[in-house]
Each structure stands twice: as C-alpha cells, then as structure tokens.
C-alpha cells in the first residue's frame, strides 16, 4: 500500500504502512530477477530481497488496518493463524487436510473408546 492509498485509508493505517515499511527496508537488498526456463520467462524474487517484503508488508497492513481482522484465529491444534471466510465464521482449524482431520480422528477415537460424546471445548 503506497502512502497515498495508506493516507485515504486512515491515519492509522498510514502509521501501520510506515513502521512495517521502515523496518522491512532497514535489512532489504536487492534480490530480484528474471529466470528462464524452458517455455517461459519466470520471475524470480530471493527471500530476502526488498519486493518479497513489500509484498508481505503491504498484505499485512491491508490486513490488519481491515474490518476482516476480526475473521483473524488461531487454530486450536496447530496454533497458526488463518482467515475465517466462512458465511456464519464457524471455521475451527487452519486446514481441515491436517489439523481438522487429525481433531476429527481423536474425536472418533473417544467415541469408540467410552462410548459416547466427549465434553464440549470451552470457547475462548
């Protein structure tokens, strides 16, 4: 988010843009370029250089200056975050392929093992 964009937005998210900016520039160096492959012209970005980070910084700040910050959890197995996008924000896990699955199965497990349902999670 250039500063413009970040101004329109809100003095908050303009100081947001401006700390993450500063700091993701302090340790930048350039790392960009341009790779050939057999059919095609791939862009290649090295994990340190500036691009990759003003592309992370710019994502976060429209994250976290957004409405959608709210849809922000951590996933109870894992403890990473992801963004809830169902309808009613009922989403429990970061990926229902590991952790859902894995919740599910000791889920299973139990109601076998005695027979009936576990007690319920407390929210947080």
């Known amino acids: ?3 413009a964009a970040a101004g329109a937005a809100g003095p908050a998210a303009w100081h947001a843009w401006w700390a993450i900016s500063r700091a993701v520039t302090s340790r930048s160096k350039p790392g960009e370029g341009l790779r050939r492959t057999r059919d095609q ?3 290649v970005i090295d994990a340190d250089a500036p691009v990759l980070r003003w592309c992370l910084v710019e994502a976060a700040v429209a994250l976290l200056t957004s409405p959608r910050l709210t849809r922000v959890k951590a996933c109870p197995s894992c403890r990473w975050f ?3 996008v169902s309808k009613n924000r009922s989403r429990r896990w970061c990926s229902m392929a590991t952790c859902g699955s894995s919740a599910k199965a000791r889920r299973y497990y139990w109601r076998t093992k005695h ?3 576990p007690l319920p999670r407390r929210s947080r």
């Open 1 to 3: 988010m250039p500063p």
């Open 41 to 43: 012209v791939v862009r």
């Open 82 to 84: 992801f963004l809830d």
């Open 115 to 117: 027979g009936r349902r």
